[in-house]
């Protein structure tokens, strides 16, 4: 009997709780217009702002050998 008992409180501990359903929410309200033309510019900015970082890093002259000190 107690093996039983053992048996259903796990199964009981074990099964998904089911939620609730939300009444009149149908998600997260579309963005504004204003919304998506800052969302824009922003992406421009940062496509900018890479581009500057990738031209600021400096070309090596040296030929790379990560291994060189090992040989």
């Known amino acids: ?6 048996a259903l409180s796990i199964m009981a501990l074990a099964t998904p709780a ?7 929410g149908d998600g997260p309200a579309p963005p504004s ?3 998506q ?3 824009a510019r922003k992406a421009k ?3 900018r702002a890479y581009k ?3 031209e600021r890093i400096p070309t090596s002259t040296k030929k790379q050998d990560p291994w060189g ?3």
Do not use: F
């Open 1 to 6: 009997m107690k093996r039983v008992l053992i």
């Open 18 to 24: 089911l939620a609730a359903p939300v009444k009149g």
């Open 33 to 35: 217009e204003a919304q």
């Open 37 to 39: 033309r800052a969302a």
């Open 45 to 47: 900015e940062d496509e």
């Open 52 to 54: 500057d970082a990738l």
């Open 69 to 71: 000190k090992m040989r």
